[in-house]
């Protein structure tokens, strides 16, 4: 986080990561729409060379300025690569990252990948994950039909209490920004020693529809 009190800016950087394919970018770009459609927000997004399939091949990136009172917030939001080919672009895009958003797969056939990309994702933090950054996880593509239960889920992915999952349906929206609200709240909280504005965590807009 980057807080320029001459300026009355903050910066936030914020990660969607998970598992290859499991909505990553789908939800990337819905808060790029929903942030568009805002008059309030400026926004600049950026998706890398997309493959023939539309697979990620790096990353993309998106950056939104919201008013909050007297201060402008700057949200640098990415989504990392679920390619293992890629793999070794995951651990740069979490670089100085202020949060995590963990996007996993609900179907069952690909329960494995979940483990898989939490367990990557633990290590890049040397198992201190929770503990040194904010994580929320979004259970996506809850429409589809053979789906693990969220109690299945909650077993295969051991994270701390405080951590809150959201289940989520990308293509439609459903609940992405509430998931990002929550973990930009606790970004704010966690660093509202040196920001001191707590309104601040009350006073994020609700972007409508
Ligand atoms: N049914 C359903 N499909 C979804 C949902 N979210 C994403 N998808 C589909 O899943 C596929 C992969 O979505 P992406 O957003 O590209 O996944 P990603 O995590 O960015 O993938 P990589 O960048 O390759 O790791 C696309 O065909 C999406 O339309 C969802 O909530 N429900
Ligand atoms: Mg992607």
Not at 108 to 115: C, D, H
Not at 133 to 152: E, F, Q, W, Y
Not at 161 to 166: D, E, G, L, Q, Y
Request: aromatic fraction near 10%; charged fraction near 20%; include cysteine.
């Amino acid at each position: 986080m980057l807080i320029d009190s001459g300026q009355k800016t903050i910066q936030i950087k914020l990660v969607f990561y998970g598992p290859a394919m499991s909505g990553k970018t789908t939800s990337w770009k819905y808060l790029i729409r929903l942030f568009k459609k805002n008059v309030n927000v400026e926004s600049v997004s950026i998706d890398t060379a997309h493959s023939a399939n539309a697979r990620t091949l790096f990353f993309d990136f998106g950056t939104f300025k919201m008013k909050v009172g007297e201060w402008t917030i700057q949200l640098n939001v990415w989504t990392a690569t679920g390619q293992d080919f890629y793999c070794v672009t995951r651990e740069t895009v979490l670089q100085g990252t202020d949060g995590i958003i963990f996007v996993a797969e609900s179907q069952k056939s690909l329960r494995p990948e979940n483990e898989k990309s939490w367990k990557e994702l633990q290590d890049f933090f040397r198992g201190d994950l929770e503990k040194s950054i904010p994580v929320t996880i979004c259970l996506n593509k809850r429409d589809l039909s053979d789906i693990i239960p969220l109690g299945a889920f909650l077993n295969d992915i051991q994270m701390q209490p405080h951590t809150r999952v959201f289940e989520t349906i990308a293509i439609d929206g459903i609940n992405i920004q509430n998931a990002f609200l929550n973990n930009i709240s606790q970004i704010l909280e966690r660093n509202k020693n040196l920001i001191k504005i707590k309104d601040l965590i009350f006073s994020l807009p609700v972007l409508k529809n």
